[in-house]
């Protein structure tokens, strides 16, 4: 007998984890990290049940949809896998009685940040879940010794295709001061250290 036993190991671990969930504060429930939602870049399959003609990988594409055999165009950026797997099958109910489809992100190439200029490793850097300011420039290797550590912007596009300019002051930060700053990501912006 090997050193874990399916029926003396695993239902007392999986009781022992159910016990320490419920008896988690609300709020501590509440902070966990929400749903992924997809971004253009993407990579997701999809695959219906007992139906192997309707499985397939797809990619986000730069307008935020991707097609798919009898249901054509879903718009998949912004929203979660639950969602896209919701409308998926609420669209293959025409052709196919009671869908069941699932769909797993397997390429997270479109939730990627950009650290450019006075770092150590200007470059693309992909999002993991998250990260704020001060995670992209470590991952970036840490600042050269020629930044202006207070002109750091980061860049972020918006609505309309309108860019924010979010200034970030690294003395600031560094002291306990303005954290605000330290704003988490996302996907697409842009660090800029001069």
């Known amino acids: 007998m090997g050193f874990f036993n399916s029926t003396t190991t695993w239902r007392p671990l999986a009781y022992a984890a159910a016990l320490i969930l419920a008896s988690m504060p609300r709020w501590a429930l509440a902070q966990q990290a ?9 990579q997701v399959e999809i695959a219906v049940w007992k139906e192997p003609d309707l499985t397939k990988t797809v990619i986000v594409r730069p307008d935020g949809k991707f097609s798919f055999a009898l249901v054509g165009e879903v718009l998949a950026a912004g929203r979660t896998i639950s969602q896209i797997q919701t409308e998926v099958a609420g669209r293959l109910q025409k052709f196919i009685p ?6 797993a992100v ?20 992909p999002m993991n879940p998250r990260l704020n300011v001060l995670q992209a420039l470590t991952v970036a290797g840490g600042m ?11 860049l972020r596009s918006g609505a ?25 990501l996302e996907a697409g912006d842009v660090v800029i250290v001069p």
Do not use: H
């Open 34 to 42: 929400p749903d992924y939602v997809l971004n253009p870049g993407d």
């Open 98 to 103: 009671e869908p069941v489809v699932t769909a």
């Open 144 to 154: 050269t010794p020629f930044a202006n550590l207070d002109g750091i912007i980061v």
């Open 160 to 184: 309309g295709g309108k860019q924010r300019v979010l200034p970030f002051r690294y003395g600031d930060v560094s002291k306990g001061r303005n954290l605000e700053q330290n704003a988490p």
């Open 106 to 125: 397997t390429n997270l190439e479109g939730n990627r940040i950009y650290v450019i200029g006075q770092v150590t490793k200007p470059g693309s850097y």
